[in-house]
């Protein structure tokens, strides 16, 4: 084949690669179909294109695997009640609280794991987390949308969603307020909406439920996030099983190891009574959580230091939520993307989601809490517009290449037809062992003509506005951890990429990174 056939090249310099599976088509059927596997679960069959598992293959992220459960707990101590009555340090990691530590080792393990061993789990975190979790089951269920497709898989599967994902996220926040002390329901002095509590009340709403405390996420987090540790760990266990003997599809199987397993998961699309798992956990409860927790904890902050508004922490928080209704407005995005379609669902991404994710993406904002920013409105208001600008643009590449999509490659980019690559592929179906070779189209145009991930770039922009946002200069390098860890698993989730894509498509792969040499940043890596 012509590189004129295989390209579709135009005015436009530079290239970026549709790293994420496109929207694919048939082309033909190989003439001679390969015999089949004496396993539907055949291991290479249901990989998906990724045959070296998850992060695990990654020595620094496997150890971080390793004592995450630990280091999650001791986070949540950190940014707790408990912190300021004791010398930890927080606010001084590296001048104080290290020199303590290499000074008596012995107390600062024994501290460390006294401190880490108090957080434990309580009847009313557990609540909390139940009643979450139902509440996003309970919408998952009923809200409408249209049936969306994801990309096929190595074995020929079609996961199909129901696009509810932007309902779900202003439903869920409009009950959490009304729910709240700040509600209808609420004491008069603490309701915003009094007329509406008015109406409520003649009409009996009031007296079906107490209102809980707007700061409950703070209140309870502690509590709630051991009590998700250690369902995280057992679910985890569940999901393992599942895709050993009772596979919800043929991406599934056994690595041969155990533990990899249990890390990197034996099932790529897990589902329960129709429900979804992997999108349930990592978007319905982990990106809701996420987007409620900072307006809670701004809130807790609030009453706690005499009614006084810590911008940082507003802005913050106001920043991270609408980061987030733009995550619900491009969820059919990210259910194309390596998380969903590569990584199985095991301990890396489902306890990642229920665990992890609120311990650590919300670090900087609980943070705050006890130990305010001092940044002025101007200050903070400068960081946020920073922030808003790198959420925006995020928006901008990812809507680019969706539209891409959805029109073929019919559209314009940045005002002139784009150029792409058609890339072929080959799919197995693992019991018939036909084989039937398709095709995608790779994107070489706008933002990614710039660099293969570059709305990677764009996320972490807002990232570390929002750890700036917490004022590491006062507060020290720990409300940076957000912000660190999230550049470490971008970097290592653009390598994954590039990996699944060769092994995916191969030569023309090959071709597309030499028009486009750049991940994340262009000229720099």
Known sequence: MSSQNRYNLRKRTGGAVDSDAAPSEPVVDAASPKKADSSSTDYKSGTNWVHAGGIEANPYLFVLLVVSPFLSLLLAYATGGDIINNDWRVTYPLTEMLPACTSDVSACISNTLSAGMSVVPTMEGAKFVI??????????RFLPGKI?????????????????????????????????NLGPCGESSEKLLPALGDVF??????????????????????????????????????????????????????????????????ELYPRVFGLDLKRFINCRFSMTY????????????????????????????????????????WEMGYMR??????????????????????????????????????????????????????????????RERDVFRATKGQCKVWGSKPRYITAKYTIVDPKTGKATQKTSLLLASG???????????????????WCFLANPMENGVLVMFYAFFLTGLLVDRSKRDTEKCQLKYGKYYDEYCELVPYKIVPGIY
């Open 131 to 140: 009643t979450f979790m139902t509440v996003a089951l309970v919408l998952e």
């Open 148 to 180: 969306e497709v994801g990309p096929e898989t190595a074995t020929g599967h079609v996961p199909r969603y129901v696009d509810n994902g932007v309902a779900h996220c202003f439903v869920y926040s409009v009950l959490f307020f009304l729910g709240s």
């Open 201 to 266: 009340e003649k009409v009996g709403v009031c007296e079906l439920y107490t209102p809980y405390n707007f700061g409950i996420m703070y209140d309870v987090f502690e509590s709630s996030l051991s009590f998700l540790n250690i369902f995280g760990i057992f679910f985890c266990m569940f999901l393992t099983f599942k895709g050993l003997c009772f596979p919800s599809t043929q991406d599934s199987g056994s690595s041969g190891s155990w533990v990899k397993d249990y890390l990197w998961g034996t």
């Open 290 to 329: 996420w987007q409620l927790a900072g307006f809670s904890f701004c809130y807790r902050s609030y009453v706690l230091h005499g009614n006084v508004m810590d911008w940082g922490l507003f802005f913050s928080a106001l920043s991270q939520y609408l980061y987030l209704v733009k995550f619900f407005f």
């Open 337 to 398: 993307s390596i998380d969903i379609i590569v990584d199985r669902a095991g301990y890396e991404i489902q306890w990642g989601c229920l665990v992890w994710v609120p311990a650590v993406y919300t670090f900087h904002s609980r943070f705050l809490v006890q130990h305010p920013s001092g940044l002025s409105y101007a200050a903070a208001l400068a960081l946020f517009v920073l922030s808003m600008a790198g959420v925006a643009l995020n928006y901008a590449a990812d």
């Open 447 to 465: 933002f990614w003509g710039m660099a293969r991930h570059f709305q990677y770039f764009f996320e972490l922009t807002a990232a570390y506005s």
